[in-house]
């Protein structure tokens, strides 16, 4: 067993990189959840900031949007030119996402600094690819209702998906060429 892991210590240490930061951001974004109360912005503050902000981008693709509270459940109901097109809930605000794709850039590490600001710089463009995301599926569910399924079950999650992934292969061969220069 001591020779296994002698031989793979790097995965082991990247799994157990990986599976710390994620236990711990995820814990935290619980304890945040835990203690949001929904008074001043339902359900979170973080949904809400989405959906506000997700108004501003559909309202500037000309889909006059407004958002309200849902009364029956802790969302957002999006609401494109007086049609109740989507809701706005916590599992649509990226954190999640965030998280995963921060804990894999952690496990794979370089340098303090370049890994920050990758961090940093994917986490802004993973939330703001989401935003665009929301209202790509918003317009679709607005103008194809009837493609309900396939927009929220394959085109949705595929491009927040499919950004993380091109972002971690960036990072990976990024980090790779930087291995040999140093070797």
Same mark, same amino acid.
């Given at each position: 067993m001591?020779? /296994? /892991? $002698?031989k793979y210590k790097s995965v082991v240490k990247f799994i157990l990189t990986f599976l710390s930061v994620y236990f711990v951001l995820t814990l935290a974004y619980k304890y945040y @959840? !835990? &203690?949001?109360d929904g008074s001043k912005y339902y359900p979170d503050y973080i949904t809400h900031l989405v959906a506000n902000q997700s108004e501003l981008v &559909?309202?500037? +693709?000309? #889909?006059d949007t407004v958002i309200v509270p849902h009364p029956d459940e802790p969302s957002m109901k999006l609401i494109v030119k007086n049609k109740f097109v989507a809701r706005v809930v916590e599992g649509c605000n990226s954190i999640s996402i965030i998280i995963l794709f921060v804990s894999f850039i952690a496990a794979f590490s370089a340098r303090f600094k370049s890994t +920050?600001? #990758? %961090? /940093?710089s994917g986490s802004v463009l993973i939330y703001s690819v989401n935003l665009l995301r929301i209202a790509i599926l918003s317009i679709g569910l607005y103008?194809?209702?009837w =493609? =309900? !399924?396939i927009l929220h079950t394959v085109v949705f999650? %595929? $491009?927040? #998906?499919? $950004?993380? +992934? /091109? @972002?971690? %292969?960036f990072w990976v061969n990024r980090f790779s060429k930087q291995q040999k220069k140093h070797a």
């Open positions: 001591k020779a /296994l /892991l $002698i @959840l !835990d &203690l949001s &559909l309202n500037a +693709f000309g #889909y +920050f600001i #990758y %961090m /940093l103008n194809y209702p =493609r =309900r !399924d999650p %595929m $491009i927040i #998906y499919g $950004i993380v +992934f /091109l @972002l971690w %292969m």
